[in-house]
């Protein structure tokens, strides 16, 4: 148990890594200011990043409704996937959060 649970949480650094990486793959690519394709690349970073976080709060649940039928007795799956589930909502309302502020920082600014 304490093996398994060692590799998947190596997994999902792993996976946070790669994430991170492809965050600054875009962020390294960012075109000139003025550019639409620089509104669209971002619009499209962040709706993949809801859609994975949804993807990720409907599989939880689904595996939450199989142990609560009986289906399957994996219990701890099912928690260890709806507390991912949560961290993930958390750190996109966090990354939220710094997109708003920013914003909020650039409209402040003296012209």
Do not use: C, W, Y
Request: glycine share 6%; aromatic share 2%.
């Amino acid at each position: 148990m304490a093996v398994n649970l060692n590799a998947t949480i190596l997994a999902d650094q792993a996976r946070i890594l790669n994430d991170m990486a492809g965050l600054a793959r875009v962020a390294g690519a960012a075109p000139a200011a003025g550019d639409a394709q620089g509104a669209e690349s971002f619009a499209q970073a962040m709706m993949a990043a809801v859609h994975d976080v949804d993807a990720q709060n409907r599989a939880a649940g689904d595996k939450m409704a199989e142990v609560d039928s009986g289906a399957s007795d994996d219990l701890v799956g099912a928690m260890m996937m709806s507390q991912e589930a949560s961290l993930s909502f958390s750190m996109l309302m966090q990354v939220r959060n710094k997109v708003v502020a920013a914003v909020d920082d650039l409209l402040k600014m003296p012209i």
